[in-house]
């Protein structure tokens, strides 16, 4: 009996709330104030996660770092790249270019360089894409336009291309390496996959992509010989200058050059060793 009455006076205080709405007290005051500290908040994440890649390791705004690079392929070092970009696009965005001088001239200064050219951004394959340089694990390419002098555009690719060693062709594959100051020959970290994204971390670092014959020990690869003068080549933001142009190589003993390497023209690219240095020939593929 007493479990009757109980279920009838639920029923009866169900069917009193039907249709009645829940009030909050103070009127409609403070969902307002809920709903504004709710998209307060979606503000506040949006532009942290915004500005958290210009605030991890690496340039920030403000920054004018100078770091060496190169672009080595089996026995010698490509002329550095000799356009300084600052009527680009893209230069206006990143605030990164080269002067000829074989040295990344590092110094985002507006809103638009982060998120693409400061912090976790900041890596080696955005300065490369600055001139129209390419690379995967298993290919590299390089723009004609960028090259000294001008051709079509090359490219190394593994399994298809060969460096000759001592005369013999010989397989070759790619991988990067990044002295930790240009000063340092034994701080070097090198890497055979994900290429392109090591990251700048701090001033006067070193980064280098080769395409070397498989052989070739890591500890063999030298430093580009513009490295050594990077301080000094790093001033020349604070004046003007022309392209420098560098005599001579660093090349690998009994090493010649890449065999097969193709042009967008359809031309086998062949670098044949004389007794001092490396020629290019390019031989007409019919």
Same mark, same amino acid.
């Given at each position: 009996?007493?479990?009757?009455?109980?279920?009838?006076?639920?029923?009866?205080?169900?069917?009193?709330?039907?249709?009645?709405?829940?009030? =909050?007290?103070?009127?409609?005051? =403070?969902?307002?104030?809920?709903?504004?500290? /709710? !998209?307060?908040?979606?503000?506040?994440?949006? !532009?942290?996660? #915004? @500005?958290?890649?210009?605030?991890?390791?690496?340039?920030?705004?403000?920054?004018?770092? %100078?770091?060496? @690079?190169?672009? @080595?392929?089996?026995?010698?070092?490509?002329?550095? /790249?000799?356009?300084?970009?600052?009527?680009?696009?893209?230069?206006?965005?990143?605030?990164? %270019?080269? #002067?000829?001088?074989?040295?990344? #001239?590092? %110094?985002?200064?507006?809103?638009?360089?982060?998120?693409?050219?400061?912090?976790?951004?900041?890596?080696?394959? !955005? /300065?490369?894409?600055?001139?129209?340089?390419?690379?995967?694990?298993?290919?590299?390419?390089?723009?004609?336009?960028?090259?000294?002098?001008?051709?079509?555009?090359?490219? @190394?690719?593994?399994?298809?291309?060969?460096c000759d060693v001592n005369g013999k062709p010989e397989k070759a594959s790619l991988r990067t390496i990044v002295w930790d100051r240009y000063d340092k020959a034994d701080a070097r970290t090198v890497r055979t996959s994900d290429l392109g994204n090591e990251r700048i971390l701090h001033d006067q670092q070193v980064f280098v992509v080769a395409f070397v014959a498989d052989s070739v020990q890591n500890a063999d690869l030298p430093l580009p010989k513009w490295a050594t003068d990077l301080p000094t080549l790093g001033s020349v933001d604070q004046a003007p200058t022309t392209p420098t142009t560098f005599p001579g190589d660093s090349t690998l003993p009994g090493a010649t050059g890449a065999t097969g390497a193709t042009g967008a023209t359809g031309a086998t690219v062949t670098t044949v060793a004389p007794s001092t240095t490396a020629a290019l020939v390019t031989t007409a593929v019919n």
């Open positions: 009996m007493g479990k009757a009455s109980s279920a009838k006076k639920v029923a009866r205080l169900a069917q009193r709330g039907k249709g009645k709405k829940i009030r =909050f007290q103070g009127g409609s005051i =403070f969902p307002i104030a809920i709903a504004a500290v /709710f !998209v307060l908040g979606v503000l506040v994440v949006g !532009v942290s996660r #915004h @500005y958290s890649r210009a605030e991890a390791a690496g340039p920030k705004l403000g920054n004018h770092w %100078h770091l060496a @690079y190169g672009i @080595y392929v089996c026995d010698h070092y490509l002329d550095p /790249f000799k356009d300084n970009k600052e009527s680009s696009a893209d230069y206006q965005e990143l605030q990164i %270019h080269s #002067h000829g001088d074989g040295v990344m #001239h590092w %110094h985002p200064s507006n809103e638009q360089a982060i998120n693409r050219s400061t912090g976790k951004s900041a890596r080696f394959d !955005v /300065f490369l894409g600055l001139y129209g340089v390419k690379v995967t694990d298993t290919k590299l390419t390089i723009t004609g336009a960028e090259l000294t002098p001008p051709s079509g555009d090359v490219t @190394y690719a593994e399994d298809k291309d060969t």
